[in-house]
């Protein structure tokens, strides 16, 4: 079943979006080193506010051609590949398109709604990679300095020679490294750190989330007691580089991550329904996980229980910058409007447009990533190759999370999109591009 949102605002409502013209001058500064938020003029070009459009012509896309997404999810969820769905498209400011398909949970048969709550998962490191950005804007740090210099623990780092498995213990065999990891490293997994490695799991550092009683500053400095895979800077390895970030953010904002992300990202955005964990007056708009079935339909994820418990239950006291985050496709919005905007949004600026023009360039020069695409400051950069596979832009910027969320900005287009499910494994994941086919196929101007 589809459920349209009802999203036509009108400006005593704007604050739903986090649209509200009137924004206040400074953050909640309670941290003696937490500056003030900048407010910025609105109403220019360069602060694009999310707008229903109605009908989505006048952001130059067709709505008759966007109901081809309708046909296609309403058919996902009909053969029960995935439970639900929520998407939402904005053009030039305006959301075009906002549905929710499916169940929030299928044995209830409890309808999606366009404001359910979803893991987000990996999506999580371009928050943080902002938020690590941001502090770099204050001077607190180069982009290539070492991380040893704020976390004097990854001083000296080693590189594996030799992974010894057997059923009593694992060790290992290390050298010295040439080189330091430095903050860039971080930012573009290019450190040699992995996840899920044999090593990191008998220190038993968490991977994703957590429900123990821990802390970065417990669980991080234990991952600088293990090797790095490679040397820094010379292969592009997927791990737990965000996790490290934000450890950073809170040595050097002095903050814990939740706190900065609250104060400084999420207030000033107007991102109510984004946290760690769940608050519990809102647990009931939290979409159940599914895992794909022997016959290809979605069922409960139960293994491991924590994949799905961890956003509700538990310590709640880790906050994994790489994967811990929960959010809604409205509020995700918001934090990439933002990023299209040239850094600003809700009166907010929470970014300069010259750091976020070094975030999408590519950083990573002839290296690749696991999908054979350049990697910028937090996020996979399409190229002109990209560009002639799929509808899109050179200049679209990406990522997505592990329990299938998806997401891209096209800054030429003027574009952002989001397709939300919530299933872990599948054997589906090309449907958010099928999605992005039928996204570009709407826009006629």
């Known amino acids: 079943m589809i459920r349209v949102v009802q999203c036509l605002l009108v400006c005593s409502a704007l604050a739903g979006l986090g649209c509200n013209p009137v ?35 006048q952001a130059g896309m067709l709505s008759r051609r966007l109901v081809y997404i309708d046909t296609l999810l309403q058919q996902y969820v009909d053969k029960q590949a995935i439970p639900g769905a929520v998407c939402l498209i904005a053009r030039k400011g305006k959301i075009v398109y906002h549905k929710a ?95 899920l490695h044999p090593l990191q799991l008998k220190a038993r550092i968490p991977q994703f989330h957590s429900t123990q009683p821990l802390t970065l500053s417990q669980t991080m400095p234990k991952l600088a007691q293990l090797p790095l895979l490679h040397e820094p800077g010379e292969k592009f390895t997927y791990g737990l580089s965000t996790d490290l970030l934000g450890y950073l953010v809170e040595k050097v904002s ?15 955005l107007g991102m109510d329904d984004t946290f760690f964990y769940v608050p519990q007056e809102k647990q009931n708009r939290l979409v159940t996980l599914y895992e794909e079935g022997k016959d290809g339909k979605v069922i409960p994820h139960t293994q491991p229980a924590a994949y799905a418990d961890y956003a509700t239950k538990g310590a709640q006291t880790y906050y994994s910058g790489g994967a811990g985050l929960c959010s809604t496709v409205a509020d995700y919005a918001k934090f990439m409007q933002m990023l299209l905007n040239g850094g600003r949004y809700n009166g907010a600026q929470i970014l300069s447009r010259k750091t976020i023009e070094i975030m999408v360039k590519n950083q990573i020069g002839e290296l690749t990533t696991r999908n054979g695409t350049k990697f910028g400051l937090g996020f996979e950069l399409s190229d002109a190759r990209q560009a002639a596979l799929m509808p899109g832009s050179e200049e679209v910027y990406r990522w997505g999370g592990m329990y299938f969320t998806d997401y891209w900005i096209d800054p030429k287009e003027e574009l952002i999109a989001l397709f939300f499910t919530q299933v872990w494994p599948s054997r589906h994941l090309f449907l958010s591009k099928r999605f992005q086919v039928l996204t570009y196929q709407a826009i006629v101007d």
Not at 25 to 54: C, F, H, I, M, Y
Not at 110 to 118: G, R, S, V, Y
């Open 101 to 195: 398909f499916g169940y929030r949970d299928v044995a209830s048969q409890t309808l999606m709604d366009e404001d359910d709550i979803f893991r987000i998962m990996s999506m999580s490191k371009a928050i943080t990679s902002v938020a690590v950005m941001m502090l770099y804007e204050e001077g607190r740090f180069l982009l290539d300095d070492p991380v040893s210099d704020f976390i004097p623990e990854f001083k000296n780092p080693k590189v594996l020679k030799q992974l010894i498995l057997n059923k009593r213990d694992t060790s290992f065999v290390a050298v010295p490294a040439k080189k330091e990891v430095t903050i860039r490293h971080l930012l573009t997994h290019t450190a040699g750190i992995p996840y």
């Open 23 to 57: 924004a206040k001058s400074k953050t909640d500064n309670t941290a003696s080193n937490e500056p003030a938020t900048v407010v910025a003029s609105t109403g220019t070009t360069l602060e694009r506010q999310l707008l229903a459009a109605s009908p989505a012509d």
């Open 254 to 268: 002095g903050m814990s991550l939740a706190d900065f992300f609250s104060r400084r990202i999420f207030k000033p």
